[in-house]
């Protein structure tokens, strides 16, 4: 019963210990602007964005990572989704930005952030034992289908939002089908009226 009391205590200290590190964030982003941000990294730390565009245009952003010396060290162009995980080698603020300026359109762009999740797992394989470290390396794997999960349902929201403008236009079409043929079988019935009082008149 000890050992099982531990173990669960353990979960829950490592499992809380990275959930608090894990950021989910939903922007719009303007036509033909980019917005940026930043994280104060220390080197060996790891930063992981996972990202994807829920609305607008043709679902697609570009993405990059700046170093603190400005360099560009992670760059995709025009992806609907990705994950990009980054290990600073250096000490500073690393800059990550969703650039739309390519597009005449807002788009709104949901990320989850990862932070310092790689320190954590080198300060539980130097000081805790295997079952500690399986224990992180499955909380990793939560959030990363998580962040799965989350692209599953803006993908489900988006589909679900094209089926109903499709019937919506479907229903219109046919209500403006019934009004035109309504109209055309009156004409006809007025025209045919028309055309033979003409001829008993003649």
Known sequence: MRAHQLFIITFAVVLLSIIHLVQSM???IGPKTADCYFEKLTEGEKLTVSYQVGEGGNLDIDFWI??????IVVSTTRTSSNTHSLQANMDGKYRYCFGNEFSGHSKKVGFNLHENIQKIHDNIKEHTDPL???IAELAESIFAIK???EYIVV?????RDTAESTNARVKWWSIGQLVLLSFVCLWQVYYLKRFFEVKRAV
């Open 26 to 28: 939903s922007v719009v």
């Open 66 to 71: 700046h170093d603190p010396t400005d360099a």
């Open 132 to 134: 500690e470290r399986e």
């Open 147 to 149: 962040a799965q999960q």
């Open 155 to 159: 993908r489900e929201r988006q589909h």
